[in-house]
């Protein structure tokens, strides 16, 4: 049975979650004493939800002891707070290492609390490295595809190779779970290998049918230290026919850059291979001017954190974005792109390419033809 931990010392908010969560299937605990939430927290409650402001003890205070406690329940926050601090709180919990799931603004609205716990319910899957490296063996890993269209135009002008993981148990597993767990288990050289692999066979197959694509594929920043990749990639796109210069290499940095020297050459060894490089997520972590400053980048990806719900003061740093990018010559990528406002905006921006849920959900290969022929008819 699933539990829900709550503490909040709103009355009425507690029973209102305790309805909430009684009807998606948990079991409701809810209390607004730390040391009873503590003591709950230790039956390890499937997902738990927390209050920012409460007399005893804040929300982030909380946060801190639970991550101490290695706790790994999904996490829930809900505050009438403003929304840029309950995101702030929630990546901070992010950043800890906990679980954490959502962040809802009371008041709260039935049904979105409902979806969310219906969602949160039974994925108790956690995968382990022994699993990932079968899946990597046996090919349980696959990937879908989301087109990027140029904006003026709205023609495809490439896609992103974002990796799946189906596990035998049918559950589909992140990237956002994937990524982490191999970069801690020693698994990201042989995890990347599978994905440049499988998306350049791919990249070459769509090359063969005469779609003029480029392939941008998600590189994390701790495959870098691997000095024979650019060589190996080289390698892979020979064996398929494909042209470097059909291939985008995405860095991500989700692990702290160890070595600045190496990383310069992994990426300028690239770039001389004809590969183009994208600084993805920017404005976020570690895809700072530094590294933009440092490193030999083609392409700059404004993080959709920026994109999504463009208000007044994200609008003020898409366009500062776009603006930096085009005057050190990159193409500049808005991601996250949901609605015909936030596109139209972006062309009076100036931005040059858009993906997003708007243009095309990530789809499977297969799809990938049909979608490029009809945005360019
Ligand atoms: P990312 O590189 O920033 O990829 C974009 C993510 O945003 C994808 O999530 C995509 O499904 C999602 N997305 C696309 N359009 C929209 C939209 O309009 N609205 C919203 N809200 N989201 C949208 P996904 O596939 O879950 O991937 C998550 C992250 O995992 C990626 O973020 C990337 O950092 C990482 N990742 C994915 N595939 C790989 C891979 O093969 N290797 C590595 N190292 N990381 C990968
Ligand atoms: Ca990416
Ligand atoms: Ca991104």
């Known amino acids: 049975m699933d539990t829900l931990l709550v503490i909040d010392d709103e009355q009425a908010f507690g029973d209102f979650v305790s309805k909430v969560g009684v009807a998606a299937g948990f079991t409701v605990v809810v209390t607004d004493q730390p040391e009873e939430f503590f003591e709950h927290l230790r039956m390890e409650p499937s997902v738990v939800m927390l209050d920012m402001q409460m007399p005893q003890m804040d929300g982030i205070e909380l946060l801190r002891e639970m991550a101490s406690r290695k706790c790994s329940s999904k996490v829930l926050v809900a505050s009438g707070l403003d929304m840029r601090t309950i995101d702030t709180v929630h990546r901070l919990g992010r950043e800890l290492g906990l679980g954490m799931e959502g962040a809802l603004r009371k008041p709260v609205r039935a049904a979105e609390l409902r979806e969310l716990l219906t969602r949160l319910k039974g994925c108790r899957f956690e995968p ?117 210069t059909q291939l985008v290499v995405e860095l991500t940095e989700t692990a702290t850059m160890r070595d600045a020297t190496r990383l310069m050459e992994v990426l300028a060894r690239l770039r001389i291979k004809g590969a183009e490089l994208s600084i993805d997520d920017f404005g976020t972590g570690y895809s700072s001017l530094v590294q933009l400053h440092r490193l030999p980048f083609t392409e700059l990806k404004i993080d959709k954190s920026f994109v999504t719900t463009m208000d007044r003061e994200t609008e003020v740093i898409a366009n500062a974005i776009t603006q930096l990018g085009h005057a050190l010559g990159l193409t500049v990528t808005a991601e996250g792109v949901e609605t015909q406002a936030v596109f139209e905006r972006l062309a009076e921006l100036g931005v040059d390419q858009a993906q997003g849920y708007l243009l095309s959900r990530p789809i499977p290969a297969a799809d990938i033809p049909g979608f490029v022929h009809a945005s360019r008819r």
């Open 128 to 244: 382990t490295a022994e699993g990932l490296k079968r899946a990597i063996a046996k090919d349980e890993l696959f990937a879908l595809f989301q087109p990027k269209v140029a904006i003026p135009t709205k023609r495809c002008v490439g896609v992103e190779m974002l990796l799946r993981w189906k596990e035998p148990g049918g559950t589909l597993v992140s990237p956002d779970q994937i990524v982490p767990l191999a970069e801690q288990e020693g698994l990201i050289d042989a995890l990347t290998d599978w994905v440049l692999r499988h998306g350049i066979a791919q990249a070459g197959e769509w090359q063969r049918m005469g779609l003029d694509l480029k392939l941008s594929v998600n590189v994390s920043a701790s495959n870098l230290h691997d000095v024979t990749l650019p060589d190996r990639i080289e390698a892979m796109c020979r064996s398929a026919g494909l042209s470097a």
